[in-house]
């Protein structure tokens, strides 16, 4: 059971990372188009 739990939580926390490096990518991406 704690096993499951751990890999729930390691799959959330995967997810999460991904999700926020592509909005700070699409984020970085917006700066620099309106910079320039």
Do not use: G
Request: net charge negative; hydrophobic share 45%.
């Amino acid at each position: 059971m704690t096993c499951c739990l751990y890999y729930d939580s390691f799959i959330l926390t995967y997810i999460t990372s991904i999700t926020d490096i592509l909005f700070y990518d699409k984020w970085l991406k917006k700066l620099i188009i309106e910079e320039f």
